[in-house]
């Protein structure tokens, strides 16, 4: 089990960029695959993107591909999501997310045993 601090977030207008941070301890951090997902008021949590072990290998969904982009740092026990062009519906409140396993289901919650406090961000058009 590990734990996950969230920061980073807030409000930015359209357009914009912010940039949130996951700090991960608790068992070795090299050794969980990471995950980024966001919940909008009134919907499901929804997949952003995740990044494998050694960060070689990344996804991302449709919604944010060419404008997100997923780091981490494994010598300090980071995770990172740096989000430029923000739109208006980008607007919710952001997860990150640790997985033992890197799976096909990376998309799913289910495949994630431990979550971050999660942090709000609203674009204002």
């Known amino acids: 089990q590990v734990q996950l601090v969230q920061s980073g977030g807030g409000l930015v207008q359209a357009g914009g960029s912010l940039r949130l941070s996951c700090a991960v301890s608790?068992?070795?951090?090299?050794?969980?695959?990471m995950g980024w997902f966001r919940q909008a008021p009134g919907k499901e949590r929804e997949f952003v993107s995740v990044i494998s072990w050694s960060g070689s290998t990344t996804y991302y969904a449709d919604s944010v591909k060419g404008r997100f982009t997923i780091s981490r740092d494994n010598a300090k026990n980071t995770v990172s999501l740096q989000m430029n062009s923000l739109k208006p519906e980008d607007t919710a409140v952001y997860y990150c997310a640790a997985s033992p396993s890197f799976s096909g289901n990376y998309q799913f919650t289910s495949a994630y045993t431990d979550w971050g406090q999660g942090t709000q961000v609203t674009v204002s058009s």
């Open positions: 608790g068992r070795t951090f090299s050794s969980y695959v």
